[in-house]
């Protein structure tokens, strides 16, 4: 059984840091992409940041250049550093990875594997 496992959320002040981690088991994504995915109180599910089995990353604007996602493939893990932190970052963000290796896309469709999401609040 695939399982996706969050940690790192929580309550922090605009303008900090919070680090999300996320660790699979069940099977090794090293060939598959894997990405963040949030969504805030009242609207749809958005997505944040990808990272491909290479390392080749892709991020939703909004977060270009405070967002920055990794992975460690040793650890079948991906993680998301997000810095300069702004309210409008306030969500329940998710693990994902696609399970067709080697395709990269932002589309929630296209992921086959969720984690079950991890709070993240920003107080402005």
């Known amino acids: 059984q695939v399982q996706l496992v969050e940690s790192g959320g929580g309550l922090v002040q605009a303008g900090d840091s919070l680090r999300l981690s996320c660790v699979a088991s069940?099977?090794?994504?090293?060939?598959?992409?894997m990405g963040w995915f949030r969504q805030a109180p009242g609207k749809e599910r958005e997505f944040v940041a990808f990272?491909?089995?290479?390392?080749?990353?892709y991020y939703v604007g909004s977060v270009k250049g405070r967002f920055t996602i990794s992975r460690d493939n040793a650890k079948n893990a991906v993680y998301l550093q997000m810095n300069s932190l702004k309210a409008e970052d306030t969500a329940v963000y998710y693990c994902?990875?696609?399970?067709?290796?080697?395709?990269?896309?932002?589309?929630?469709?296209?992921?086959?594997?969720w984690g079950q999401g991890t709070q993240v609040t920003v107080s402005s």
């Open positions: 069940g099977r090794t994504f090293s060939s598959n992409t």
């Open positions: 990272i491909r089995s290479g390392g080749i990353t």
């Open positions: 994902a990875a696609d399970r067709t290796p080697y395709r990269s896309t932002p589309l929630s469709t296209t992921y086959d594997y």
